[in-house]
Structures are given as structure tokens and as C-alpha cells.
């Protein structure tokens, strides 16, 4: 088995690509060499990507609007009629309108979250009836949410799982962490059973 490299200035690109960092590595490296750390993984790999390329750390980003609506989230007061604008927060104040709305069972998950990001312009009261079908859908035992590709962990544990009922959470961990310090993908793949 290859040994994984050290995350420093002298890593090749292929390096980087072929193994899996965690972030909190990746945040460090950006710190130890002046690189942006906001955001999340994915946007600090492509930055790192980037000064392993170049050599530089000033890498021009598409200016990220900061939101042009001035409505204040956290103070505000809510209603079902309230546009979701693109100064969106979630918040003490959002919570509290939507267990108000919704009832003590309410809690934001990742798919509701991803919705609200990609429909400014709706209503909390549309927004109400997505968070609603969203936990219908978390109700029917054959539903299966979708993982985002930076959440390899998840992506990988639950493909193991799947494909090997009969192992446990343990075994799935066990493989994972000898996979990710190999060269290549980080997807599950029946070959992982032989790792040793």
C-alpha cells in the first residue's frame, strides 16, 4: 500500500487529486500558505487546486454578491407573505416563525435548507408546504435522501451498508478509513472487502 503524502507546498496536483483530505487538513494548509479558508470544502479545494497550478494564493473569485436585500432576518418580524430574499439567514427568528407555523417538531435538515437557497422569491408560506412535502417524503421507509458529493464519508458509508446488510457501521468505518489513505476514488466499491 502507497503511503499517503503530506499535504505541503511540495505535493503535485496528482497527489492532491488522488487522495482524500480532510478539512480541517485542507484549512491548515490554506492558513500555513495564505489561502482563503472560506466556504466550504469543495470551494478550498478548488483553491488549493489552484496555488498548486500557479504557485499563487490570489486567486480572482467571481465577486460573490453579499445580497442586496436589506431585510434583517434575525429581527424582522415573519409572516406566510415574507419573500425569501437573497440575504436569507437562517436564525433564532426563522426558527421560532417556522415552529410557530409548523409545531415543535420542526428542525432545518439539508434538503430544506438547499431549497431555500434556490427559491428567492417564494414565500415562507411556499416554503412551509416544501419543508412539509419534505417530511412526508422522510416518512415513507423506501425514501432515500440524495448526499451532496463533498460529504464522502456519508456517501461511503451508506453504499457500504447497503451493499453488506450483514456488516455493521464498525466494519463500514474499518474499510473507509483504509480506503480513503489509499490513491484514487473514495467511492465504495465491492474490492473494498479485500482491503486488509
Not at 505541503?8 to 490554506?30: G, H, P, Q, T
Not at 415543535?104 to 415562507?124: C, D, Q, R
Request: one cysteine or more.
Amino acid at each position: 500500500m502507497e503511503n499517503r503524502p503530506n499535504l505541503d507546498r511540495n505535493i503535485s496536483l496528482a497527489d492532491f487529486n488522488d487522495f482524500y483530505w480532510l478539512k480541517e487538513e485542507l484549512v491548515v494548509f490554506c492558513k500555513r500558505v495564505g489561502i482563503s479558508t472560506s466556504g466550504g470544502k469543495i470551494e478550498i479545494t478548488d483553491r488549493i487546486r489552484h496555488y498548486i497550478l500557479t504557485g499563487k494564493t490570489d486567486r480572482i473569485e467571481a465577486a460573490k454578491s453579499k445580497g442586496k436585500s436589506k431585510f434583517d432576518w434575525s429581527k424582522e418580524k415573519l409572516t406566510l407573505k415574507t419573500e425569501i430574499t437573497d440575504s436569507y439567514k437562517n436564525g433564532e427568528n426563522v426558527r421560532r416563525f417556522f415552529i410557530q407555523e409548523i409545531g415543535s417538531h420542526f428542525a432545518f435538515n439539508v434538503i430544506f435548507m438547499k431549497w431555500i437557497k434556490e427559491n428567492i422569491g417564494k414565500t415562507l408560506g411556499d416554503a412551509i408546504i416544501e419543508w412539509n412535502r419534505i417530511n412526508e417524503l422522510k416518512k415513507d421507509k423506501d425514501y432515500v435522501s440524495e448526499i451532496d458529493p463533498q460529504f464522502e464519508y456519508n456517501r461511503y458509508m451508506r453504499a457500504f451498508l447497503v451493499d453488506n446488510p450483514e456488516l455493521s457501521s464498525k466494519d463500514a468505518m474499518r474499510h473507509w478509513k483504509l480506503k480513503r489513505s489509499q490513491r484514487g476514488t473514495n467511492e465504495y466499491e465491492r474490492a473494498d472487502l479485500e482491503m486488509k
